[in-house]
């Protein structure tokens, strides 16, 4: 079988080394364009997964890779003025001109034959093969010369960072964070031999371009970045190496295969730098794809399998990947945290590492989040049982369920939803009066938890059959004339809804006052009122479904505000709102606090019957970590939480205040 | 998890009288359910029509479209197929409903495909008025059968979780469908319905003869480009294969597991029930 390799790169030297060494009659050559030394690059990153893989995959290299290579446990991050340090992730790094030495010697020393300095510009100057691996990058030509087999897609991140090194190893991969008049900017430094360490300056676009960082020579941008992280440098040089600024390009293919080509690492695939994961994916390429050639005579079924097997895996590093650029695009949000809180915010940013995995890395540091909201000792409950006052209400913990069974042991029991009106009923079935829970309420005080009543008037949405027969399906009869802000009905299927006019806001803005009342005389210790998902003060704020020309579509908040305003004024306990996700909702958000409300509870859109959320584990978390920290208000996230972990980290990150759990969370 | 069968209604080689046969097998084997595709440009057979003939000589077993291509035919005509196979079968049927894959099954339909989305919601809407619909017959207007709703978009959940009763799967590896099952109950809670939907989930197998398996979905899948070749790659070709996929897609929460042969031979329903029992 005769291979050429297009790059030589770690992924195309390490396969052209399994190849050669499962059948040495293979006949494999590597094709280069730079010379055998050139020192791109600073140092690469592996996990200790990879490692294994290099050790079972072939001895030799990874004798000669950790010989050489620096390894650490910590990571530091540098924030308002503190290090925090959190311990136990295994780490460890190679100059990249080191690895790919070791890989150089051992291919050629298995036969392969390594041909440096072809600058190719067209397949057809290749050697023949019965297979064509391009190993040959981002920019790969082999991708490019098949665009419609593989069908690329290539994202460009709204940020710019630039790869430097410096002379010193550092003692932890370290992530810094600098603000300047123009915005903040960011480090990623990890060591990667005896006295060298990467060290990658990130920051936004406009931040990159206020600081006038688009205009200035090489030089003189890495002067700025040295001047800007002189406190983790310490008097350490920073090193240009080609150190221009780019944006971070992420690429994905429909298919890695064609024919008798494939794509491997890079070419194929490409995840941010900050999950440190690029030569990792691109050494387990090689390695997939050398074991399924192996394991085949057919070549296409081999490059299937390859590509059937390192898929998910890649994809899911892709997702945590772009989770974690995100992350770092909007960090300047998280700059009013605790600097140990803000730690644990980006330690968990991933979503790979949660509360729970991160306790067993690093029990201590997990301890002392615990405390920051749970305790004034050494000892304190995770995250989620902490308590927490609102409106001078302590609840015992930040757990939520839905509905009113005292069994669950829960910090808040949010009541089914009540109407405010008999015409304000989703179904028939709805509440009218919240009097009824009275002894359920009671037994809930009896347990030390506390009682929300939910408020709401469905507008457009009302007079459905009840959700066990689907949503949004009208009654057949016994139907009711419905309001919203304007009418237009809420799906095809809807009935039209009549304009609110001023006097029948009135009666409303009084029949929620009225159902807050009677839920405080039922005991109730918090309200919420909907201003979300399309039900009548939704509707006001959403623009699909305000179309007034009056003062109530000129400020689509001023009604459901005043309504905000009356319950404060005639309820003394926590307020909270539902919200949906939308183009004003944090200006909302911030307007409502201000009156009065002290929760918002954030949730998906269902303005109108189209919109749909993407929905999946936890879909709505990055909504409330938003709303928190922009509008400054607590919050309360549901968004299917079917574990206690993943409420535990999100509340030890700061992303909310309040967790509304699935049942399967603690049954 | 239950697990079903499915009836070779688009493999190469099965006539008439072969499924009919099959359809026979399968109720007296250790099945739960009989599934269908539906393909319109391609060597097939209609999935109502054939669920008709497999309702008149079984018994006890399901019989499910997985999944029927709802917008291609006008809500009316629809419900009336749906109807009769659940009359036919004393309510067995579970209706199974997506926009499906291929655009050439429309353009054949004279359905445009823009907008396909929002008419099978409306099919759905009707189907639950099934107890009031003029072209169900009287005397199963109180058995609306279960409906099931595929799809992997965020409006495709969405949709699920308003209309149905529960989700099909498309097929995949145990990891994808409990990816799939987490969207579902994510979108079911979200939109406040009570309880879980039932979950299904399907894959293809060959016991004996895969290599006919393997052409089989490489023709059938052709349109996919190279994909075919993945979801050939997926087929079950051993006792072992199965068992470990059955195994995996109960730890992921799936309620009924639909294997759909890929090749045409009675004798694999046989040796299907062996690896199962």
Known sequence: VRTTVLGAGPAGLYLSILLKKADPRHEVVVVERNPPDATFGFGVVFSEETLGRLRDADEPTFTAITDAWASWTTIDVHFGGEVIRSHGHRFSAIRRTKLLDILQRRARELGAELRFEQDVHDLGELPEADLLVGADGINSLVRRSHEEAFAPRLDAYPTRFAWFGTDVALDAFTFAFVETEHGVFQAHAYPFDEGTSTFIVETREDTWRKAGLEDLPEQESLAFCKQLFARVLDGHELLSNRSVWLAFNELRCKDWSSNKTVLVGDAAHTAHFSIGSGTKLAIEDAIELAAALGRHDDLGAALVEYELERRPVVERFQDAARQSAEYFEEVPRHWGLPPLQFAFNLLTRSGRIGHANLSLRDPRLVRRVDALLGGRGALAPPPLFAPLELHGLTLPNRAVTRGLDDRVGAGLYLSPGVAVTPDGRITPDDPVDPAGWRDEVERIHAVGGAAMLALNHAGRRGACRPRAHGVDLPLREGGWPLVSASPLPYSRRSATPAELDEAGMERIREAFVNAAQRGAEAGFDAVELNLGQGYLLGSFLSPRANRRTDAYGEDRLRFPATVVESVRAAFDGPLAVCLSEGPQDVEHAAALREAGADLVHVATGQATEAAAAEYRRGHLTPFSDRIRSEAHVATMVGGYLDTLDAANTIVGAGRADLCLLEPAAFA | ?277
Not at chain 2, 75 to 100: E, H, P
Not at chain 2, 177 to 202: C, E, H, T, V, Y
């Open chain 2, 1 to 277: 998890m239950r697990v079903g069968v499915g009836l070779p209604t688009t493999t190469p080689g099965a006539d008439g009288a072969l499924l009919v046969e099959w359809a026979r097998q399968a109720d007296a084997g250790p099945f739960s359910s009989l599934g269908v595709l539906d393909r319109l440009l391609y060597d097939s057979f209609d999935p109502f029509a054939s669920l008709a003939a497999a309702a008149a000589v079984t018994q006890r077993i399901r019989l499910a479209t997985m999944i029927a291509i709802g917008p291609l035919r006008p809500a009316a005509t629809l419900i009336k197929d749906a109807a009769s196979v659940q009359a036919l079968s004393d309510g067995r049927l579970t209706l199974g409903l997506a926009i499906g894959a291929r655009d050439d099954d429309y353009e054949a339909s004279d359905v445009p495909t823009k907008g396909r989305g929002a008419r099978l919601s409306d099919q759905l809407a009707e189907l639950r008025d099934w107890d009031v619909s003029p072209v169900v017959p009287g005397t199963i207007k109180d058995q609306r059968p279960e409906l099931l709703v595929g799809g992997m978009s965020g409006p495709a959940f969405a949709r699920m979780a308003r209309y149905g009763d529960g989700y099909a799967h498309g097929g995949g590896p145990p990891r994808a469908f409990q990816s799939a099952a987490a969207k579902a109950n994510a979108a079911w809670s979200d939109l406040g319905r009570p309880g879980k939907p039932a979950l299904w989930g399907q894959a293809y197998f060959a016991l004996g003869d895969e290599a006919a398996g393997e052409s089989y979905l490489l023709d059938y899948y052709a349109f996919t480009g190279p994909f075919a070749a993945k979801i050939a790659a997926g087929n079950l070709t051993s006792p072992r294969a199965i068992r470990d996929f059955v195994r995996a897609y109960e730890e992921a929460g799936c309620d009924e597991l639909v294997l759909l042969p890929t090749v045409a031979d009675p004798g694999q329903l046989e040796r299907l029930a062996e690896v199962l029992t």
